[in-house]
């Protein structure tokens, strides 16, 4: 599917994300489940730009640390850590693997990397070959810097969501804006992630997105009410019950407690039921629960973050959100906090 326009998304993917030079080595991956029509348009797009590509196609392994043991490690690690770049589109993921840790160790000597793990021709096209990206990668950062800022953040939807939290002084933001400089990690763009005082988070969450794992697109609406950041009751018929029972299967109290949350702004971003696509849906906010990830809490040291047994993502759609008092979203719009960031939402087309 969309064999012309794939090439043109991947070729601004490498051109306006990647910034890729003339003579650059890029590391393209993927397993026996990923789609070969994005990962060889890749390839074609880094050709066009005069760079060096090179596909490094594996046996769909286990995903994360449990794919350690199927993976050929060394060759892995040696290859593509001798890259100037690597786009990773397994869907069993190498991120967060033992290859991956020792790709990103030195992190003033590394390939600079983009996340699209199982990304196919269709969400590469819908949301990057129309994308501006230097004005959504601006945008990105003037919310990012304007959320980071703040010290308390009330969330609420339409359909009852209510909840309030302080940020944690001094710990980093994800910011996926669409920029991938050198050494730097960047998820798929159009996201920005944090996780606030955990302790403070207080109210209710509701989601009528997606719940993924293990559920995929909800029923209905499910409510979680959550007392200082630990759920302490799950509503909302058949897709509650079988969220909570999933969740107790751990036998993980970590499982309970929220991991972080993250505004989506991926202009063309649509709920398609595929989770990396999904959070970004704009004016979303994605709640994520169990285990929290080292890049999510910055200031607890060591690379671990907060260890739970598995994680689960879950979206609200049309959001409205307060940055101490000052309001930002209204029902999934940007009506703040400045009229520049508001014209720079419009000009995205949103
Ligand atoms: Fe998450």
Same mark, same amino acid.
């Given at each position: 599917?969309?064999?012309?326009?794939?090439?043109?998304?991947?070729?601004?993917?490498?051109?306006?994300?990647?910034?890729?030079?003339?003579?650059?080595?890029?590391?393209?991956?993927?397993?026996?489940?990923?789609?070969?029509?994005?990962?060889?348009?890749?390839?074609?797009?880094?050709?066009?730009?005069?760079?060096?590509?090179?596909?490094?196609?594996?046996?769909?392994?286990?995903?994360?640390?449990?794919?350690?043991?199927?993976?050929?490690?060394?060759?892995?690690?040696?290859?593509?850590?001798?890259?100037?770049?690597?786009?990773?589109?397994?869907?069993?993921?190498?991120?967060?693997?033992?290859?991956?840790?020792?790709?990103?160790?030195?992190?003033?000597?590394?390939?600079?990397?983009?996340?699209?793990?199982?990304?196919?021709?269709?969400?590469?096209?819908?949301?990057?070959?129309?994308?501006?990206?230097?004005?959504?990668?601006?945008?990105?950062?003037?919310?990012?810097?304007?959320?980071?800022?703040?010290?308390?953040?009330?969330?609420?939807?339409?359909?009852?969501?209510?909840?309030?939290?302080?940020?944690?002084?001094?710990?980093?933001?994800?910011?996926?804006?669409?920029?991938?400089?050198?050494?730097?990690?960047?998820?798929?763009?159009?996201?920005?992630?944090?996780?606030?005082?955990?302790?403070?988070? !207080?109210?209710?969450?509701?989601? $009528? +997105?997606?719940?993924?794992?293990?559920? *995929?697109? &909800?029923? %209905? =609406?499910?409510?979680?009410?959550?007392?200082?950041?630990?759920?302490?009751?799950?509503?909302?018929?058949?897709?509650?019950?079988?969220?909570?029972?999933?969740?107790?299967?751990?036998?993980?109290?970590?499982?309970?407690?929220?991991?972080?949350?993250?505004?989506?702004?991926?202009?063309?971003?649509?709920?398609?039921?595929?989770?990396?696509?999904?959070?970004?849906?704009?004016?979303?906010?994605?709640?994520?629960?169990?285990?929290?990830?080292?890049?999510?809490?910055?200031?607890?040291?060591?690379?671990?973050?907060?260890?739970?047994?598995?994680?689960?993502?879950?979206?609200?759609? !049309?959001?409205?959100?307060?940055? $101490? +008092?000052?309001?930002?979203?209204?029902? *999934?719009? &940007?009506? %703040? =906090?400045?009229?520049?960031?508001?014209?720079?939402?419009?000009?995205?087309?949103?």
């Amino acid at each position: 599917m969309y064999e012309f326009e794939t090439v043109n998304a991947c070729l601004i993917l490498l051109r306006d994300m990647f910034r890729l030079q003339e003579g650059e080595s890029i590391a393209i991956t993927c397993d026996t489940e990923s789609s070969m029509e994005a990962v060889e348009a890749t390839a074609q797009a880094a050709v066009i730009l005069g760079a060096k590509p090179v596909i490094f196609k594996i046996a769909a392994p286990a995903g994360g640390k449990a794919g350690d043991k199927d993976m050929p490690m060394e060759p892995l690690i040696q290859g593509i850590k001798s890259c100037d770049a690597w786009v990773e589109f397994n869907t069993k993921l190498i991120f967060y693997s033992t290859v991956y840790d020792k790709i990103i160790e030195d992190p003033n000597n590394r390939p600079r990397y983009m996340n699209q793990n199982g990304v196919t021709p269709e969400v590469l096209v819908r949301n990057i070959s129309k994308l501006d990206n230097n004005l959504l990668n601006k945008f990105i950062t003037a919310m990012a810097d304007c959320t980071k800022n703040a010290k308390h953040i009330r969330v609420t939807s339409e359909r009852g969501m209510d909840i309030e939290f302080d940020n944690e002084p001094g710990r980093e933001f994800l910011v996926a804006d669409g920029i991938v400089e050198k050494n730097e990690i960047e998820m798929f763009p159009g996201q920005i992630s944090w996780a606030p005082n955990f302790e403070s988070i !207080n109210g209710t969450i509701i989601v $009528d +997105g997606t719940l993924s794992p293990p559920l *995929g697109a &909800v029923k %209905g =609406p499910v409510k979680f009410t959550v007392k200082k950041g630990e759920i302490v009751k799950i509503e909302g018929g058949i897709d509650a019950v079988e969220f909570e029972a999933w969740l107790k299967s751990f036998n993980d109290p970590q499982m309970f407690k929220v991991a972080h949350l993250a505004y989506g702004f991926a202009p063309y971003a649509k709920l398609s039921g595929y989770i990396v696509e999904d959070e970004r849906v704009w004016g979303c906010t994605e709640w994520g629960f169990g285990n929290v990830g080292g890049m999510l809490v910055s200031d607890i040291p060591g690379e671990q973050g907060i260890p739970g047994a598995s994680h689960s993502d879950g979206i609200c759609l !049309n959001c409205s959100v307060w940055l $101490d +008092g000052v309001q930002v979203l209204d029902k *999934g719009v &940007v009506v %703040g =906090p400045t009229p520049e960031v508001v014209q720079m939402a419009r000009a995205l087309g949103k």
